[in-house]
């Protein structure tokens, strides 16, 4: 039976999202069950186009993107892959409308990956939008279920969440992608002399995107508010650890939180939404 096969691929997917992310998958399990499939496919496919342009460093990156990006689109339009993780994702495409144009902004930040070192204004404005804000998108089209006032009301906030979690991601990264990598993401930063001025006129801007995310998380429908405020708790906490780390040390060392702090976010997130107190930030 297809359906057999239908599940093999989605459960592909959130095998994947619980390898890669013991973070992400704990949100997702958070969220209501209707919306947790669709979320797993899409972290599904993000991941491994991230793989592809960051660890396949013994393989033609270049070759492998194309491919993966022509077998995305054949999915969507087919309506069926044999590769499990697009065939789960073109499933949340095509229920959920994602349009085609936040998977060609995804794949062309990707793109950049294989070719840019450094990144002037623009190109990391768009950078960051085709390869965060857009995820973050593409989740909002699942958590609204077909309602497009509510997306569109709701895009700002969804963006500025993205970008707060790919910039973090950046800092905890710098020592990986500057010297692994030869990535340097942030214009007018140089990484070989990493000064703390820099470090905080950074996270100044970090911290202008949690503050505006925040927002919009209030006003997410309930199924999805739960596990999308736990999973800015956990980027939050991530933050502030970064925040009060020098700037040489950022330089030497990955940043992380611990599991117990992972639990004792899970624990007090679970009694403000429990009490319905998830209506300030503390």
Known sequence: MIQLFYDVSRECSRITTQKYSTSFSSAIRLLHKELRTPIYNIYGFVRFVDEIVDTFTNHNKSELLAEFKLATYFAIERK?????????????????????????????????????????????????????EVVGLMCLHVFCEGNGERYEKLKSYAKSLGAAFQKVNFLRDVRSDFHNLDRTYFPKVDFTNFTSFMKERIEEEIALDFAHAYEGILMLPSKARF???????YYLSLFKKIRKTQAALIMQQRIRIPNYSKALILVRAGVKNQFKLITSES
């Open 80 to 132: 069926i892959s044999l590769n499990p993780i697009l065939q789960s994702f073109q499933e949340t495409v095509a229920k959920f409308s994602i349009s085609k144009d936040l998977i060609d902004a995804f794949f062309k930040s990707m793109e950049w990956d294989l070719e840019r070192t450094n990144y002037n204004e623009q190109s990391y404005k768009e950078y960051i939008y085709g390869s965060a």
């Open 227 to 233: 596990g999308v405020y736990v999973a800015y708790k």
